[in-house]
């Protein structure tokens, strides 16, 4: 096979020295779409765009000198004619002759904090070569911080995409994705750093600003943006070329760009047929950059007054349930009819959810937090790329550390629930000093009759590959209480359910330090009574920090949520993370007190906020936002963005 491959590419190499560019270029296609792209075949490209004359214009726009450097010296491809450009409204007529007077058979545009592929200027001309009925490429994105490296792709904009505007790898109506994306309220093709376009087509069709009028420099580079796609094919590349910086959030800026938008959007809208919603100003950019730009923080009670005080609690197992009753308890007081559902979509008035996939628009008002310290940690920071909550009236975080991950991550629409996010703590974490909680502790002890005065808990995220057997061998020697409490599980996952029958049955009644506690009872109970938490990783070692618990990570556990599966992850500091031939030292050492625990070192408020107060303050912020109240003083706690919004003005 890598003879037949060297044969191929001296085959091609041949054929350039011999002058055959247009026939080396059909070989080397060839070779692409049977083989895939090889640093050869990238050098080749470059050898055969040159000699057949691609140039690409490249228009740097508000560009200093040192970024276009930067650029220059960062792309593969090197035969590009570069032109500096100043915004100005009329922009896209300095566009128009650049295009003129270079004769580039393509232009592409670069601008200030965004950073690019070595290979992004040749994929995309490889595209538009191979693509000969697209006059425009758009490229995918990713989005960086400077210190804390990339937020997010954009994978999820690829599905928006197709279901959307059509299947991938096909050319799609670019006046399409406009529409799409103004009806929606989402940028399906990224900005003009993403762009490629045919110098030919940009000449011929470019004429939406003569239809609409720039008035200043911001609405010029929408209307250049737009003027890319509309009415024309385009052909979106699946990869992402680019990388663009967050922006610290400026108002003046961000008030500056999004008026732009709304006047180009009110008269795009009469160009492709969308009705005129003035009702419906400002609905792209979230809330809470609404109201910090344009409200001065004055708060709109909730329109809807004909919500009667029902509240619906969706949960589907057992550690949602606990995660929710805090709240149903304090509704109950106020005089709200209270109802636990496992229906998902069933009709609520006002719908308490904490699931990853959830029906908010069956509830007249509706409120979403996490059901898990640890959720979706394996895409943190930016979980809301997969569980979005723009559905939702109001967002629910637990603490600091929760705060941090959407502040990070709010510039994205669909992070960001209609009425704002408010950091108000953990529910559960009101009920940890409550007395009959305490009384319910020590009545679960005193049956239990544990033996010994240490306690290590074994609290999983997922039960297989024994690996409760293997926490047992490993400490059961020990002079420390092994208690026992495993996740419960839906009737869905049958295979976990039977992991833990059979451990319980080979363990219970061997061992006079081994302990269980039933899957249905709550996981406060159990980290109440331990010293220690042994886990993969689950969000058990989170909420031990509730009492200040110290846990271990058994690291080469396998967690079977992927084919095959992965080991354990555990990303926070606080938590000792060992292999499993290392336990019983490991937790040797925390019984001799030789180790000390992580968790008391750091003060739990960075988890958990708030702590008591968190139900009575949910329930007074739907109280206020439904009507109920006049006055909220949780309104302070919302959570305010770090960055700039991203949206169609970008």
């Avoid at 790329?385 to 009236?393: I, L, P, V, Y």
Wanted: aromatic share 10%; charged share 30%.
């Amino acid at each position: 096979m890598e003879n037949s491959i060297e044969k191929i590419k001296l085959g091609i190499l041949h054929l350039i020295n011999g002058g055959n560019y247009e026939e080396a270029l059909k070989c080397l296609n060839s070779y692409i779409e049977k083989i895939g792209i090889d640093e050869d075949v990238q050098n080749y490209q470059n050898i055969l765009y040159t000699l057949l004359g691609k140039k690409v214009l490249v228009l740097c726009i508000d560009c200093t000198r040192e970024t276009i450097e930067k650029f220059l010296n960062s792309q593969i491809y090197k035969n590009l004619e570069v032109v500096s450009i100043q915004s100005k409204q009329d922009l896209v007529s300095q566009v128009l002759d650049s295009c003129l007077q270079s004769g580039c058979p393509y232009v592409c545009f670069w601008e200030e904090g965004r950073k690019a592929s070595p290979i992004k200027i040749l994929r995309m001309l490889q595209f538009m070569e191979e693509n000969g009925d697209a006059h425009t490429s758009l490229c995918l994105q990713n989005y960086e911080e400077l210190e804390e490296g990339i937020v997010s792709g954009e994978e999820f904009v690829k599905k928006e995409l197709y279901q959307n505007c059509g299947e991938e790898n096909k050319i799609l109506l670019g006046t399409s994705i406009l529409l799409q994306s103004l009806e929606n309220e989402v940028n399906l093709f990224g900005n003009l750093s993403c762009v490629m376009i045919r110098t030919s087509s940009f000449l011929e069709k470019s004429i939406l600003h003569k239809i609409i009028e720039p008035q200043s420099k911001e609405e010029a580079k929408i209307i250049l943006m737009f003027s890319c796609i509309f009415e024309r094919n385009v052909q979106t590349i699946q990869e992402e070329l680019v990388t663009f910086e967050e922006r610290k959030l400026d108002l003046p800026i961000l008030r500056e760009k999004f008026e732009a938008y709304e006047s180009i959007k009110r008269k795009m809208g009469h160009i492709l047929g969308l009705e005129d919603r003035e009702e419906n100003k400002w609905k792209e950019l979230p809330t809470v950059y609404r109201r910090l730009s344009y409200e001065n923080d004055s708060r709109e009670v909730y329109k809807n007054q004909e919500i009667a005080k029902k509240m619906t609690f969706f949960y589907t197992d057992k550690g949602e349930y606990f995660n929710l009753e805090p709240i149903a308890k304090e509704a109950e007081k106020r005089g709200y009819e209270v109802k636990f559902t496992k229906d998902i979509k069933e009709e609520a008035e006002i719908g308490i959810y904490c699931q990853h996939i959830c029906f908010p628009e069956n509830a007249k008002f509706s409120v979403i937090l996490l059901h898990d310290m640890m959720q979706r940690h394996d895409i943190w920071p930016n979980i809301w790329t997969r569980e979005r909550w723009n559905q939702f009236d109001i967002g629910i975080l637990p603490g600091e550390d929760w705060t941090r991950r959407w502040s990070r991550s709010a510039g994205w629409n669909f992070a960001n629930p209609r009425l704002g996010v408010y950091e108000l703590g953990y529910p559960k974490g009101d009920d940890i000093d409550n007395s009959a909680f305490l009384e319910e502790v020590e009545e679960r002890k005193k049956r239990l009759e544990l033996k010994f005065p240490y306690t290590v808990l074994y609290a999983p995220s997922w039960e297989n590959d024994e690996k409760e057997d293997d926490f047992v061998r490993a400490l059961q020697s020990l002079e420390v209480n092994l208690l026992i409490k495993q996740a419960s599980w839906s009737k869905s996952f049958q295979g976990v359910i039977r992991n833990i029958e059979e451990m319980r049955k080979i363990h219970e009644g061997k061992y006079d330090n081994v302990y269980y506690l039933e899957p249905e009872e709550s996981i406060l109970v159990a980290l109440h009574i331990c010293d220690l938490i042994v886990s993969d990783e689950s969000s058990v070692m989170v909420e031990g920090l509730l009492y200040k618990k110290s846990s271990i990570a058994v690291q080469d556990w396998l967690i079977p949520d992927t084919v095959p599966p992965r080991f354990a992850v555990v990303p926070n500091d606080y938590v000792h993370k060992c292999k499993k031939v290392e336990l019983r030292e490991q937790v040797e050492l925390f019984i001799k007190g030789m180790k000390e625990g992580k968790a008391r070192d750091r003060q739990h408020k960075q988890f958990f906020s708030n702590m008591g107060m968190c139900c009575s303050d949910i329930v007074d912020l739907i109280e206020f936002y439904t009507g109920e109240k006049e006055n909220c003083s949780c309104l302070s706690k919302e959570v305010l963005p770090i960055y700039m919004p991203h949206g169609l003005w970008d």
